[in-house]
């Protein structure tokens, strides 16, 4: 079992910057690939960033390409999401996901742990 939660979210102006950070539980941490997903209101979950377990390999929806970086310190047990540049159109509620196996993913259905979401708010 994995417990990850999720800190770092707030209001932040476009333009501004925020950090998102997850812990987890766990002695078996680097033994997942870890994921960023979002949820704004009345839209569906979408994929952000991927990394792998090993964090030699990383993957981003096209929407943030450029602008976040996830990253991940295994002895710590965590990871992050560095937001840049950020948009009004980011505004959503943020999870972190655990995922058993090396291998980056997009597809949500296939993560086994889910944290319980940090809001993200950028006005305009």
């Known amino acids: 079992q994995v417990q990850l939660v999720e800190s770092g979210g707030g209001l932040v102006q476009a333009g501004g910057s925020l950090r998102l950070s997850c812990v987890a539980s766990g002695r078996t941490f680097s033994s997942f690939a870890m994921g960023w997903f979002r949820q704004a209101p009345g839209k569906e979950r979408e994929f952000v960033a991927a990394?792998?377990?090993?964090?030699?390999?990383?993957y981003y929806a096209d929407s943030v390409k450029g602008r976040f970086t996830i990253s991940r310190d295994n002895a710590k047990n965590m990871v992050y999401a560095q937001m840049n540049s950020l948009k009004p159109e980011d505004t959503a509620v943020y999870y972190c996901?655990?995922?058993?196996?090396?291998?980056?993913?997009?597809?949500?259905?296939?993560?086994?742990?889910w944290g319980q979401g940090t809001q993200v708010t950028v006005s305009s």
């Open positions: 996901a655990a995922k058993k196996g090396p291998w980056v993913e997009r597809r949500g259905e296939l993560y086994d742990y």
């Open positions: 990394i792998s377990w090993s964090g030699g390999s990383t």
